[in-house]
């Protein structure tokens, strides 16, 4: 079964401290990976996707094949940034996504 | 801005009650997915309608779960009879196609508390 591992529930980091959120995908194919995050009170959003290779508020994450793993980092973590991130995988044939459980950063000041 | 609607926000029944949420994708958008999400777990695909079409009902439980997207607009999803279980958050999300896995609009979600 196609699946999406994050493997930590929780992460907690001070502000300006480095933080990465681990994501791993079972293969099949050639998957499309994303990071969806969910800050307090509003609703689920793209943050960002592989494919666009682009930084979305500091954060990146490189696919990395060989290992199957699509790990979400920032060099300088902001108080901003604690909210819940989800990483996907594309599912099947439809383009529907499949989720990891998600993991909770919270930045301390 | 143009955005997923859902209805109700909240929702509290009984067990072996019937409940029914309310779904408004974004206009222009041809594909509409239903996503239940159990506290502390991610979103887990339900059904995907592209227009008025199901793609995928997989994993809908059909003895008691109904989907539909008759116009190919807005949809609704049913349950009846509400168990114990089903309690959860129920997010809608709509996107321009299903040829590529392309962005996903969320609404806020109807949370489901069954008693």
């Keep these: 079964a196609q699946r999406v591992t994050q493997p930590e529930k929780l992460l907690s980091v001070f502000k300006g401290a480095p933080v990465e959120l681990k994501c791993n995908y079972s293969y099949s194919g050639s998957p499309e990976l994303f990071w969806y995050v969910q800050y307090s009170r509003q609703r689920l959003q793209l943050l960002l996707r592989h494919i666009s290779r682009e930084s979305i508020k500091g954060f990146t994450a490189d696919l990395n094949k060989g290992e199957t793993s699509f790990h979400l980092k920032k060099p300088f973590a902001q108080e901003e940034d604690s909210a819940m991130y989800y990483c996907a995988r594309s599912g099947g044939s439809q383009g529907n996504l499949i989720f990891g459980k998600g993991t909770k950063l919270s930045v301390k000041p | ?115």
């Design chain 2, 1 to 115: 801005e143009a955005e997923v609607a859902q209805s109700p926000r909240y929702k509290i029944t009984e067990k072996s009650q019937a409940v029914a949420f309310w779904c408004d994708p974004i206009s222009g958008h041809a594909t509409l997915y239903w996503y239940r999400q159990i506290l502390g777990q991610g979103p887990e695909l339900l059904v995907q309608f592209q227009d008025e079409s199901v793609v995928d009902d997989s994993q809908l439980p059909k003895d008691r779960f109904s989907a539909e997207r008759l116009k190919g607009v807005d949809s609704t999803l049913k349950i009846q009879p509400a168990e114990l279980g089903d309690s959860a958050m129920y997010l809608c999300a709509s996107s321009w196609t299903d040829h590529d896995t392309g962005e996903l609009f969320f609404g806020e979600g109807s949370r489901l508390t069954v008693l």
